[in-house]
C-alpha cells in the first residue's frame, strides 16, 4: 500500500527521468511540438513503453513533419480503451489545429 501522493510522484519520475528524454531521442522536435501532440505522446509513451512507441512509424513520422492530423490516424493502441484512444487521437486533431 502506498501512501497518499506517492503513486502520483512515481509517475512524474518516471515521467521527467524516462519518458521524457526517451521521446527527445525518438521525435528530436518534441519540444517544438504543439502542447497537445506532446500531451499525447507523453500518453503513448507512459502507456506503451518508449520500446513499443517506436514502432509508431508512421506516427513518428508524421510528428517529425509536423501533420498531426495524420499522427491522429495512427496513435490507435491495441489493448487500450476505446476511451483513451480517442482522447488521443482528439489531443493529436487539437494539435494539427493549432499548428495550421
Known amino acids: 500500500m502506498l501512501a497518499p501522493g506517492v503513486a ?5 519520475k518516471r515521467v521527467d527521468r524516462t519518458v521524457l528524454p526517451g521521446l527527445r531521442r ?3 522536435d518534441f519540444d517544438r511540438c504543439p502542447l497537445p501532440a506532446r500531451r499525447a505522446l ?11 512507441l517506436s514502432r509508431f512509424r508512421n506516427l513518428i513520422t508524421a510528428c ?18 476505446e476511451t483513451r484512444n480517442a482522447a488521443t487521437r482528439l489531443l493529436f486533431l487539437e494539435a494539427a489545429n493549432v499548428s495550421a
Open 26 to 28: 525518438l521525435c528530436p
Open 8 to 12: 502520483g510522484d512515481l509517475a512524474i
Open 64 to 81: 517529425a513533419t509536423g501533420d498531426f492530423a495524420t499522427a491522429a490516424n495512427h496513435c490507435h493502441r491495441r489493448g487500450s480503451r
Open 42 to 52: 507523453v500518453d503513448m509513451a507512459f502507456d506503451l513503453g518508449l520500446a513499443a
